[in-house]
């Protein structure tokens, strides 16, 4: 019997002879996207440079290389061959590299999430911690302290009653530790992205009109509960809430509202992004204040929505909720099977930077031909993409002027980012007029 490597090499050695016009053009594709991930990585190391971070040199190296690594496996090697089967291993291997480049992604990473997300589902639901822990905390954190009040025009009180920030910081380094210890999450992206899509949906229920008890927001750390877990526009945050658990266990005196925002936090700046001011102080509310469903922005709409749910969480301006959005989606990936869209944003999708802005106004986009929600896909290497939401950044005049504007200077988009994101976590939320904002170190800083 043929062992797997000799049946991939026969076959690709017959699709050589047969269909030379073929593997040239896989050879072709390869080179393609080959140039155009080290043009990428040409910009990134210079960009790096400059900012001395410490993500990049150990953590970004990593794990950025081992996420092109997965996209782009090295072909098996033969040993002991005669040297026609050098030759057409050396084909077969061309081959092979533009064939895994060129798969389709969703399957493979699909099916082990699925698994994933199937198994955590069941723990986390069955977990009675995670459904009983309202006003039961054990210590004098967040989680417990006094009772709740909300202002007149509808904020609830952050609690004066919390530990000190060397405190926080050991759970910002927890947090920051499982990270880099567990880098080859989705494919080689890290659980980064997705902890800051976590405290983003945490806060983004927020309705600063509403005044009854389930007015949203990340206050109350509900996002722990089944309904609004099981918001459709939460799919596949499972997975950060189960990559949290664990912390969450070490560090039982955290409100869960903190948590999430916290991890957030530390999902930015661990990803080379801009310091992000943090206050303690939230306190778990039960499930009785689950926002309802549909809160969530819809990807498949234009500008005019976009607006309003901004509008709807605090009146964020144009600048601001373009920043949030073109961070956000420089990092992480969409998944079929969470949402119906697939694939990265950029080519870096764990560091912060503005590539969303410089791909979105400087790149050349197409509808993408496929089975799933209708999104863009770059014409150039047909490997990144742009949600309906996204492209409003650019078809919307007014979006698209600010596009222009971070696509050419980092340090604002990061200034804008970094002040809408903080207050993104705060929504609803009042903190004492004289409560310290804090910043944390991130792993690096601590280390030099
Ligand atoms: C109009 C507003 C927005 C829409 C419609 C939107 C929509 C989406 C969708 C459809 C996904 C794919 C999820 C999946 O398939 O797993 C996604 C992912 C993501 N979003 Fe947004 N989003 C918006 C704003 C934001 C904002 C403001 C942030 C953060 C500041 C953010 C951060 C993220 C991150 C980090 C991911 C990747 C998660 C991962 O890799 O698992 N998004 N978003």
């Known amino acids: 019997m043929f062992k797997y490597s000799e049946t991939f090499l026969i076959a690709a050695t017959y699709l050589v002879v047969k269909h030379p016009q073929i593997s040239l053009a896989m050879f072709k594709l390869a080179a393609n996207r080959q140039l155009a991930l080290m043009a990428q990585n040409g910009v990134k190391a210079g960009k790096l440079a400059s900012r001395a971070s410490c993500y990049t040199q150990r953590n970004f190296s990593q794990s950025f290389k081992r996420f092109n690594e997965q996209q782009t496996p090295a072909p098996e090697k033969k040993s002991g061959a005669g040297s026609w089967l050098l030759i057409s291993a050396a084909v077969a291997a061309l081959a092979g590299v533009g064939y895994y480049i060129y798969r389709p992604t969703s399957k493979p990473h699909g099916k082990k999430l699925a698994s994933v997300a199937t198994a955590s589902y069941v723990m986390t639901h069955e977990n009675p911690e995670f459904k009983e822990e309202v006003h039961g905390g054990k210590s004098s954190g967040g989680a417990s302290s006094g009772a709740i009040s909300s202002s007149d025009d509808g904020l609830y009180k952050a609690t004066t009653d919390h530990k000190s920030k060397e405190e926080y910081q050991q759970v910002y380094n927890a947090i920051a530790k499982k990270i880099e210890e567990e880098d080859e999450y989705d494919g080689g992206?890290?659980?980064?992205?997705?902890?800051?899509?976590?405290?983003?949906?945490?806060?983004?229920?927020?309705?600063?009109?509403?005044?009854?008890?389930?007015?949203?927001?990340?206050?109350?750390?509900?996002?722990?509960?089944?309904?609004?877990?099981?918001?459709?526009?939460?799919?596949?945050?499972?997975?950060?809430?189960?990559?949290?658990?664990?912390?969450?266990k070490q560090f039982d005196w955290i409100s869960r509202g903190d948590l999430f925002s916290?991890?957030?936090?530390?999902?930015?700046?661990?990803?080379?992004?801009?310091?992000?001011?943090?206050?303690?102080?939230?306190?778990?509310?039960?499930a009785a204040n689950q926002p309802p469903h549909g809160r969530l922005p819809d990807a498949s709409q234009g500008a005019t929505h976009v607006r309003e749910v901004f509008k709807r969480l605090n009146n964020f301006t144009d600048e601001e909720t373009v920043a949030l959005i073109g961070v956000g989606h420089t990092i992480g990936k969409c998944h079929k099977e969470n949402t119906g869209y697939e694939g990265p944003w950029s080519f870096s999708p764990n560091m912060v930077t503005n590539q969303f802005f410089d791909l979105l106004v400087n790149e050349e986009w197409q509808i993408k031909k496929w089975d799933g929600q209708t999104q863009f896909e770059d014409?150039?290497?047909?490997?990144?993409?742009?949600?309906?939401?996204?492209?409003?950044?650019?078809?919307?005049p007014k979006f698209k002027k600010i596009s222009q504007e971070f696509a050419k200077d980092e340090g604002k988009l990061f200034n804008v980012f970094a002040g809408a994101f903080a207050r993104l976590?705060?929504?609803?939320?009042?903190?004492?007029k004289d409560q310290e904002v804090w910043h944390f170190k991130t792993l690096e800083e601590q280390d030099s």
């Open 189 to 248: 992206v890290g659980y980064g992205p997705i902890l800051v899509r976590l405290a983003w949906h945490a806060s983004g229920t927020y309705d600063k009109d509403d005044k009854s008890e389930k007015r949203g927001g990340n206050y109350g750390g509900t996002m722990q509960y089944d309904h609004e877990s099981n918001d459709p526009g939460n799919n596949g945050l499972i997975h950060a809430r189960k990559f949290l658990e664990p912390i969450h």
């Open 262 to 286: 916290l991890a957030g936090v530390v999902g930015i700046q661990e990803m080379s992004g801009p310091k992000i001011d943090w206050r303690p102080g939230r306190q778990n509310l039960p």
């Open 379 to 396: 014409k150039k290497t047909q490997s990144l993409m742009m949600l309906p939401t996204d492209f409003a950044l650019v078809f919307d």
């Open 425 to 432: 976590l705060e929504l609803g939320t009042e903190f004492p």
